[in-house]
């Protein structure tokens, strides 16, 4: 669906990620040829105006890290942005009194009847629910019998077949049957139409006041681009929609529906149908869908973890604060916090230039995960003015900390000692400068204070 939004956002992107440094023209002539593609791709005009906007708006103001190159930066911003357009990943919503009714929308040929299997399918399966389906659709020749075979291939219910009843009929019949016969989910899969009419809207608006549906889902196929996204907005106008399920995402439509759904109709994206099969259903994630179109899942990872990883920022300010001897127990353990975020990706350090030799360090360092949690919750159990002023800490406070946190008074006792190894080696440091350094992290019983 997206190789060729895919395609040429890649082409944007190589431009910009071999730079060492980015000028504002860089990415506004990026930004442009985004544009292109997007418009390319059918995206609706709104949506790209928007997105743009914020990627623009976050590039001028992101904070370089030293780590990343700039265009890697972009990347992941356009990446965040893309999600935010995408809207939240929502999942099926069932918390109602039993049955919940699913009913099924759209137009013709959509999909409906074959994403009412799917997702039956998966609820039987994945979640053990008891499903019951009922066509409603007693227009197409055949059309009811289509959901009797999905349903007995997916083993599960099918309301019996009664010609000649009307869709209000067969409502009440299936809302009876599901009741009675302890269902935990009832499918009312509706009859579509070429486009949509005023019979149609009729029709759904009076199963819908009927069944009292806990989900709507409209059913769009995807490759119909902005037409899809027009037929949504009018469903949701008129009868109201929970939820789209976009249709045909495997085959070679451009993508612009996918992408403007959600900023255009207000209505999450619940699954994604992915080929005729049954199996062919996808719950919606949009960084799964981000990570298709732009095809840059490693490079957006990598920022990720290194954002969250090093704040250049704290880092620096704890350099400083051991500099000048003011490292107090909240700096201690803003560090241990640090400590911890990096020991959870050594692998990822590894590929960042420069951060290697510190990966190894960490290594060699055997974070271990419990006696780091120890020693923040310890930390935690201390009052504002112990953590500043650590001298203060006598025998009484101790031990109302240890009861604090529920451990030894010896496990707050070692962080103590911990704190004060590391005041004297920040003297040394003083003194020495940063000729100290080269313990910090490694073994030694230097840096950082394990308590073990
Ligand atoms: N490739 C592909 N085909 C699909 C997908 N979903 C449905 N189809 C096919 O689309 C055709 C129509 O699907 P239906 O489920 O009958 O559509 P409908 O909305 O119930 O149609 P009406 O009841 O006639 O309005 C069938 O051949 C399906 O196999 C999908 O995600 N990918
Ligand atoms: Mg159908």
């Given amino acids: 669906m997206f190789d060729q939004l895919s395609g040429r956002l890649d082409g944007v992107f190589k431009k910009l990620t071999g730079r060492g440094t980015l000028s504002e023209k860089d990415i506004d002539s990026a930004m442009r040829e985004i544009r292109i593609a997007l418009l390319e791709a059918d995206v609706a005009l709104p949506v790209i105006k928007t997105l743009i906007a914020k990627v623009k708006e976050e590039a001028v103001g992101e904070k370089v890290l030293k780590s990343i190159k700039p265009g890697e930066l972009v990347v992941k911003i356009v990446n965040d942005k893309l999600i935010e357009i995408l809207g939240e990943g929502e999942s099926l919503n069932l918390s109602t009194q039993p049955p919940a009714v699913i009913m099924m929308v759209g137009l013709q040929g959509s999909g409906k009847t074959t994403t009412t299997g799917k997702i039956a399918k998966r609820l039987k399966e994945k979640e053990k629910k008891k499903v019951l389906l009922a066509s409603l659709d007693i227009y197409r020749p055949a059309a009811q019998q289509q959901l009797q075979t999905l349903a007995e291939r997916t083993a599960v219910d099918g309301l019996e077949i009664i010609e000649g009843q009307k869709p209000a009929e067969i409502t009440k019949r299936a809302l009876k049957e599901a009741k009675t016969g302890g269902y935990d989910v009832l499918f009312l899969d509706t009859a579509g139409r070429l486009e949509i009419d005023e019979d149609l809207m009729g029709e759904l608006e009076e199963v819908k006041k009927l069944a009292n549906p806990i989900e709507t889902l409209l059913v769009v196929d995807s490759l119909t681009g902005q037409v899809a996204v027009n037929v ?29 759904m959600r900023e255009m109709t207000g209505c999450p994206i619940k699954y994604l149908g992915m080929g005729e099969g049954l199996g062919a259903l996808e719950v919606f994630r949009p960084e799964s869908m981000a ?83 120890h020693q923040i919750a310890i930390i935690d159990s201390m009052t504002k003015q112990e953590r500043k002023n650590p001298s203060i800490l006598n025998a009484k406070r101790r031990q109302r900390i240890a009861k604090g946190c529920g451990l030894e008074v010896s496990a707050v006792n070692k962080l103590i000692k911990s704190y004060q190894q590391m005041q004297k080696m920040m003297k040394k440091m003083q003194s020495g400068g940063l000729s100290g350094l080269g313990s910090m992290f490694g073994g030694g019983g230097g840096f950082p204070p394990m308590g073990r």
């Fill in 291 to 373: 990570n298709r179109i732009l095809g840059m899942g490693d490079v957006v990872s990598l920022v990720e973890k290194v954002q969250e990883a090093t704040s250049e920022e704290d880092m620096m300010s704890i350099m400083e604060k051991m500099m000048s001897g003011q490292f107090d127990l909240n700096d201690m353990k803003k560090q241990m916090k640090m400590m911890q975020r990096m020991g959870n990706l050594k692998g990822m350090l590894k590929l960042i230039p420069g951060v290697s030799k510190m990966a190894k360090q960490i290594d060699e360092a055997k974070i271990d995960d419990k006696t780091v949690v």
């Fill in 232 to 260: 949504a907005k009018t469903f949701h106008e008129r009868i109201g929609i929970t939820g789209n399920v976009l249709t045909r995402i495997d085959g070679d439509g451009r993508g612009g529906a996918a992408l403007s």
